[in-house]
């Protein structure tokens, strides 16, 4: 078993999903606790900048044709168009139309972090992402975002096949299901990976 201090050997904090269409109120998949992890985030970010380790967001987008996604995600039909790349959508909380698949502008990247457009649930599947995490020599990933048992899930998993560390940092996941966010942590956590607050990583973050 890894020492705690090199789980997080050469890391990158990865971002799932947390745009407009799951974070602001209204949004057609909507995620209200993900809001609630907003805080831990910020802190994250900052403390993964200031020790200058990549930060990866990925950014769920909707197929724009007919596909299986559509049957189990129906809000990403027309004419709701959730997560449809240039659709623009009026959220409440915010007052004013955005762009739905957008990072929410709490946590909007800053140049020089990578952004990976996924068209399913795992930032690895069909997308660079495993490359640019090899070009970047990154060894660790800390993964946080939305939803804990899909795309988070999906993404934290993949990474544990690539190879990677992976730690989910359990306040700034979230979920809708809070009996699936748990069941997803406790998995994870007995085959794939670690699974810590966001206090305790930054605690340990070289």
């Known amino acids: 078993m890894l020492e705690p201090e090199d789980r997080l050997r050469r890391p990158a904090l990865v971002v799932v999903d947390m745009q407009n269409d799951f974070v602001r109120v209204g949004a057609p998949l909507e995620v209200p606790d993900a809001r609630a992890t907003i805080p831990a985030h910020r802190e994250l970010i900052a403390g993964f900048r200031r020790r200058g380790h990549p930060i990866v967001y990925t950014k769920f987008i909707t197929w724009p044709q007919e596909c299986l996604l559509w049957e189990w995600s129906p809000q990403c039909r027309p004419p709701t168009k959730c997560c449809w790349k240039g659709h623009q959508r009026l959220y409440p909380d915010i007052g004013r139309t955005v762009e739905c698949t957008e990072i929410v502008d709490e946590l909007a990247p800053e140049p020089g972090d990578v952004v990976i457009e996924k068209f399913g649930y795992s930032a690895f599947h069909g997308t660079v992402f495993n490359h640019v995490l090899r070009e970047l020599r990154v060894e660790s990933l800390a993964v946080t975002g939305t939803v804990t048992q899909i795309c988070v899930e999906e993404t934290a998993r993949g990474a544990f096949h690539h190879g990677f560390r992976t730690t989910l940092i359990s306040d700034a996941v979230s979920s809708f299901a809070p ?25 340990r973050l070289p």
């Open 179 to 203: 009996d699936l966010h748990a069941a997803t942590l406790k998995n994870f956590a007995l085959k794939f990976g670690w699974v810590e607050t966001s206090e305790e990583v930054l605690k």
